[in-house]
């Protein structure tokens, strides 16, 4: 830990850590997402699809996210329910223009709120309606529709719209998830 750390630390300025489960089918765009939410010199320039899962970093202007990104693959999925109990919000990323899989996505929606790890607490959920900047690409509103978001009543939740590859609308969902964190720690 630098100095600066160890001081901001001290004087209680130090970012509180959440943390954060990434899901969603594969392909969506997890791992782009959270790679553009870090500082540019922290940034890959190749993603690779994730194996099992992987642990990264980012911060907001005053959270600090550890994030598990979750490989979406079928097989990796009873490897997600282990670190359910640990997080503290979810990031639930969309392909908006794969709609073949919508209601695979919606189905794996389902499975999650309804594990007892989930379930019953009120953990906040960000939604990414992502690759928007595909010509095919569903809007956030359709896709909420798709996915039955209104049906949520007991966790708040929220979809934006998103191009990782560009990172438009990624800022925007992150300030929701830490009002909503912040109002809960
Ligand atoms: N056009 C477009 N492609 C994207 C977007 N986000 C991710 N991708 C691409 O989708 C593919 C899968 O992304 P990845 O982050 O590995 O998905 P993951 O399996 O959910 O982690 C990659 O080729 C990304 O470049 C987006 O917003 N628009
Ligand atoms: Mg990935």
Redesign the pocket.
Known sequence: MGLLDRLSGLLGLKKKEVHVLCL?L????????INKLKPTNAQSQD?V??IGFSIQKFKSSSLSFTVF?MS?QGRYRNLWEHYYKEGQAIIF?IDSSDKLRMVVAKEELRTLLNHPDIKHRRIPILFFA?????RDALTSVKVSQLLCLEDIKDKPWHICA????KGEGLQEGVDWLQDKVRSHL
């Open positions: 969603g594969d392909n969506s765009g997890k791992t782009t997402i993603i699809p994730t990104d979406g990323v992502n690759k928007m900047d595909l998103s191009d990782a590859i």
